[in-house]
């Protein structure tokens, strides 16, 4: 196989910041497809933990080609920082890096307008990043965004950046000064559209050329499937498509060139921000899992809600991004607990529900059947191979994968790349 797309399964922070870390090793390109900087993916490097936000975490080996495309939403002052945090750490980018120029650019006023949807008690509170994602997307969709290729022609940028600040003027100047926020964005456009303008290409055409030469690629997404704009809790969602047909519309590539998705999934489930989660404990074992698993937002730095594995939101999962390989994460944060649960289907007035249900009002009032397994028995952190796991630890991986139908290929087992094992001999996914 020669490309594959890694994906999160539940609602972010699954882990996609390691196993992307632990898989670019093997690949020549690392392509991120949706989402923006929104995502924080902490993986271990010079054993201290470091937190990417945009860039893929294939940018720490010094030879990999790092690639941002079109289906993402790119600030540029976001990126730059993060570049100048890299190259304080003296890793090569330039000539290795990519953003495409049709991603569409976040922009001060996107994020004034995120803080202010956000706070507006007329509205759903999603409990957003605040980081512009959504009014950006927005803006792409109404077809009023601006594209890299647009922010690096400084005439065609002025133009579509009045024509902006006109049409939201009224709600803009309710939170500041709009003359002062354009001289803002034009005081950093003259150094960020210079930065931004040595990275920049047709990706879509570098990604083709690369699956022509049989290229290893690896697709990333950002977030995961039930923050999915289509596929995930509407409306507590994110604005874009992290689902692995996202991959195809978000790097410029038929369907037909991926060979594999390998979904992530973490041992148990988190969420950060509002919206139903149907195995969140409010006991002492979600707050055992929030400091066992360090379950805080590696963006915003807010606590994660923590809760059982749910085998219905994988199943959903399993089958809307046609995953065959999973990579279990966090497996280690399971030890010490006597009993663990895991979630088979959802009880709605009185009927058992084995598929997600679509409806806001039965995802928020569902409740979870539980099955109830043996606590792990053992310590599986440092653990090098699948036959060495305490027999707990085993049966609770082939349970899941009985619940899920897909295969648990990969297990992680700590933070670090290493402490990573495969489930049996012949795994081999790239
Ligand atoms: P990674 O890539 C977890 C959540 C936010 C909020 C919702 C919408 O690290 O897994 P947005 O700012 O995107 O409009 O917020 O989505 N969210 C994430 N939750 N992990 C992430 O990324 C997330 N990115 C966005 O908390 O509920
Ligand atoms: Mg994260």
């Known amino acids: 196989m020669s490309t594959l797309v890694v994906l999160g399964t539940q609602w972010g922070d699954e882990g996609k910041g390691k196993v992307v870390h632990y898989l670019a090793e093997q690949a020549d390109y690392i392509v991120r497809y949706q989402g923006g900087n929104n995502a924080g993916h902490t993986l271990i490097y010079e054993n201290k933990p470091f937190v990417l936000h945009l860039i893929p975490s294939g940018i720490l080996f010094p030879k ?51 803080g202010m949807l956000e706070s507006d008690t007329t509205q759903t ?55 002062k926020l354009k001289a803002e964005i034009l005081k950093d456009h003259a150094v960020l559209s210079k930065f931004l303008k040595k990275y920049v290409a047709d990706t879509s055409v570098m990604i083709a050329d690369a699956i022509a030469k049989k290229k290893k690629v690896l697709f990333e997404s950002a977030q995961g499937t039930m923050l999915d704009l289509d596929y995930g809790t509407y409306p507590f969602v994110t604005s874009s498509n992290p689902t692995s047909g996202g991959a195809s519309t978000g790097v ?34 979600g707050e055992f899992l929030r400091e066992k698993g360090q379950e805080f937002g590696a963006t915003t730095g807010r606590p994660r809600r923590c809760g059982w594995f749910d085998a219905v939101v994988l199943r959903h999962s399993v089958r809307v991004n046609g995953i065959k390989h999973l990579i279990l994460t966090k497996l280690d944060c399971l030890e010490g607990l006597d009993k663990i649960k895991v979630c088979v289907a959802y009880k709605y007035k009185g009927k058992i529900l084995k598929d997600f249900p679509a409806s806001r009002i039965v995802q928020r009032d569902c409740k979870p059947v539980y099955e109830e397994m043996p606590g792990l028995n053992g310590i599986v952190r440092g653990v090098t191979k699948f036959e060495k796991l305490p027999a707990n630890a085993k049966k609770y991986i082939k349970r899941l994968e009985q619940l899920v139908g897909a295969k648990i290929d990969l297990i992680s087992l700590g933070r670090k790349r290493e402490e990573t094992i495969p489930a049996s001999k012949n795994v081999k996914l790239f």
Request: hydrophobic share 35%; proline share 5%.
């Open 64 to 114: 990999k080609i790092c690639i941002i495309t079109n289906g993402v939403v790119v600030d540029p002052k976001a990126l730059k920082e993060e570049i100048d945090v890299l190259k304080k750490k003296k890793i090569p980018i330039d000539g290795r890096f990519f953003v495409s120029e049709r991603a569409h650019v976040i922009l001060p006023y996107h994020k004034l307008i995120d």
């Open 125 to 179: 509170k999603i409990g957003t990043t605040k980081k512009g994602i959504g009014p950006c997307y927005t803006d792409k969709v109404r077809r009023v965004g601006i594209r890299v290729i647009d922010y690096i022609d400084k005439e065609v940028f002025l133009e579509l950046l009045d024509q902006n600040l006109k049409e939201k003027e009224n709600m803009l100047k309710r939170v500041c000064d709009i003359k």
């Open 252 to 285: 410029g590539m038929g369907p037909s060139n991926v060979d594999a998705v390998l979904g992530v999934v973490k041992a148990y489930t988190t969420r950060v921000g509002e919206g139903p989660f149907p195995t969140e404990l409010f006991d002492k074992t």
